[in-house]
């Protein structure tokens, strides 16, 4: 089949060329990220989840690591990670394990993180990327689960620094890729697919800027056709997609002017500064942590059964690519349309029960990438699964496509109807009725209006009739104009022709 096709070629792009003594590099890059479960209450306590309480609101003694309590897991957690790993082919531990990361900071009041080390719950498996046109799969190393910590604030108080532990204990999966990305596109085009599939299996709300999708970038360079990996560095405050791909672009030039000069790349944590588009040295090698990882004594290996991850399965909806093939095969729609339109589940669907008002995907389709994708952009919906929010209902859309394809308004209408359902809520027929926008097609009173036009405009008429076939389309507008953009502009055409001829 064609899209399997697709799916299995890899586009390799063309190395970055920075000449280094007469040697060209070719940027190498994986990447880790922390997506936030989508569950009501923290990993290992009863505390909410929820976004932007009060500070310290939602904390009780577990998640505060007060001595002598004890985690209990939350099987959502589990389930939803178990969900993630089998969406992205990965496979299924039956038995997992829980360790301790040894760390001393402020905002991780226990002095360790509870996470997974060995026996991970997920391992392999990949995400077929879809760039432009080609697609190119990236491995991923393993999904594991831990708990977030808490947060520093120091810019409040002058002299000293405050702690919210509201997020301590937060569920969280680092999933983390192979170095199979060659380009900073490629790896901007991987969140991109990775956060729709977590969207679509509703896993991660996705949403970057309240931190519930974040990501560290690593990348090395090494000389072009070479198999080994070169020094990596990682980058991390990184909180968009464009941060992303500019950190990772300024740090191919860097270490490319570095290598051109004859230094060594240093394997070193950077930290992306978004207002000067640097990075700037965090910590070296030399100082990176040691975390004395352990078994954690106070949870049981997870162990899990064949029956539990058949049930979970058997819920994976079909996921984006199989939906963009299928859109354009059911809806003729082109690959660049039905990629946008399934890129997120909830615009898909709305698409769907639009379409299933009234078939018209493409016109349905123009409607959503045009308008609402605009609306929802400057409206500041656009972060994730906030369509819901969205001021017009899809059988209204449909039912306005349906007006203009049966003629009872003219397309450029539609554009008013379309705004005033915006900002009213209102449906079509409502408005078009309230407006008097319905479009003339009544052909004696568009006789009339030609009749008008064309003894107003005598001197184009004569231009017309000596060969000046230009005027024609004046005289439409001319008619158009009269009837405020109300008369059925094909019957115009025809009335217009016949008269003109006679
Ligand atoms: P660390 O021990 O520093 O955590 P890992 O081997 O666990 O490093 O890899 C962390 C991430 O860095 C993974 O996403 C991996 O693909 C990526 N990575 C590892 N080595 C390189 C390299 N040489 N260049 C680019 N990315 C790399
Ligand atoms: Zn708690
Ligand atoms: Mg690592």
């Known amino acids: 089949?064609?899209?399997?096709?697709?799916?299995?070629?890899?586009?390799?792009?063309?190395?970055?060329?920075?000449?280094?003594?007469?040697?060209?590099?070719?940027?190498?890059?994986?990447?880790?990220?922390?997506?936030?479960?989508?569950?009501?209450?923290?990993?290992?306590?009863?505390?909410?989840?929820?976004?932007?309480?009060?500070?310290?609101?939602?904390?009780?003694?577990?998640?505060?690591?007060?001595?002598?309590?004890?985690?209990?897991?939350?099987?959502?957690?589990?389930?939803?990670?178990?969900?993630?790993g089998l969406a992205t082919h990965c496979t299924i531990a039956r038995s997992s394990r829980w360790a301790r990361k040894?760390?001393?900071?402020?905002?991780?009041?226990?002095?360790?993180?509870?996470?997974?080390?060995?026996?991970?719950?997920?391992?392999?498996?990949?995400?077929?990327?879809?760039?432009?046109?080609?697609?190119?799969?990236?491995?991923?190393?393993?999904?594991?689960?831990?708990?977030d910590a808490g947060k520093n604030i120091h810019d409040v108080r002058g002299d000293h620094?405050?702690?919210?532990?509201?997020?301590?204990?937060?569920?969280?999966?680092?999933?983390?890729?192979?170095?199979?990305?060659?380009?900073?596109?490629?790896?901007?085009?991987?969140?991109?697919?990775?956060?729709?599939?977590?969207?679509?299996?509703?896993?991660?709300?996705?949403?970057?800027?309240?931190?519930?999708?974040?990501?560290?970038?690593?990348?090395?360079?090494?000389?072009a056709g070479d198999d080994e990996l070169g020094v990596k560095v990682e980058i991390k405050n990184l909180n968009s997609f464009k941060a992303v791909e500019k950190a990772l672009e300024y740090e191919i030039g860097r270490q490319g002017r570095v290598l051109s000069e004859g230094g060594t790349v240093a394997q070193e944590t950077r930290l992306w500064d978004p207002d000067a588009e640097v990075t700037r040295s965090m910590r070296s090698k030399e100082s990176a942590h040691d975390y004395r990882y352990f078994p954690d004594p106070d949870l049981l290996p997870l162990d899990i059964d064949d029956e539990w991850i058949g049930e979970i399965r058997a819920t994976l909806p079909e996921l984006a690519q199989d939906r963009r093939d299928r859109f354009m095969e059911q809806y003729g729609l082109s690959a660049y349309d039905a990629n946008l339109l399934t890129q997120r589940r909830d615009v898909a669907d709305y698409f769907e029960a639009a379409v299933q008002a009234h078939a018209n995907p493409k016109a349905i389709g123009n409607w959503l990438m045009g308008d609402l994708f605009r609306v929802l952009k400057e409206r500041k919906l656009d972060a994730a699964l906030r369509i819901e929010r969205w001021p017009v209902e899809a059988a209204d859309l449909a039912r306005m496509v349906q007006m203009v394809d049966e003629g009872a308004i003219s397309g450029k209408l539609a554009k008013t109807v379309f705004t005033d359902m915006l900002e009213t809520g209102k449906g079509p027929d409502a408005i078009v009725e309230e407006k008097g926008l319905e479009q003339v097609s009544d052909s004696s009173a568009l006789d009339t209006a030609v009749d008008e036009v064309l003894s107003a405009c005598e001197a184009q008429v004569a231009e017309f009739r000596a060969g000046k076939e230009k005027v024609f389309g004046f005289l439409v507008g001319q008619v158009m104009k009269a009837t405020r953009g109300k008369a059925n502009p094909g019957m115009v055409n025809e009335i217009l022709r016949r008269k003109l001829q006679g």
């Open 161 to 223: 620094s405050l702690v919210d532990l509201n997020r301590a204990g937060v569920p969280l999966m680092e999933i983390v890729s192979e170095p199979d990305m060659r380009s900073p596109g490629e790896a901007g085009d991987y969140l991109r697919t990775l956060r729709s599939i977590l969207e679509y299996i509703e896993v991660c709300d996705g949403n970057m800027e309240e931190g519930s999708f974040r990501c560290d970038a690593n990348v090395s360079l090494r000389p």
């Open 1 to 84: 089949m064609k899209s399997a096709a697709r799916r299995n070629a890899i586009a390799e792009p063309p190395p970055f060329c920075y000449p280094c003594r007469g040697m060209s590099y070719e940027p190498v890059i994986g990447l880790e990220v922390h997506a936030q479960v989508l569950t009501e209450s923290k990993i290992f306590c009863g505390c909410s989840t929820r976004f932007g309480e009060a500070p310290n609101r939602n904390t009780c003694p577990v998640c505060m690591g007060f001595p002598g309590v004890l985690p209990v897991l939350n099987r959502k957690v589990v389930e939803h990670t178990v969900r993630t």
């Open 102 to 147: 040894n760390y001393f900071y402020p905002d991780l009041p226990k002095g360790y993180q509870i996470s997974q080390y060995e026996l991970p719950l997920c391992t392999g498996g990949h995400v077929d990327v879809s760039g432009d046109g080609a697609s190119k799969r990236v491995r991923l190393t393993r999904i594991h689960m831990e708990e």
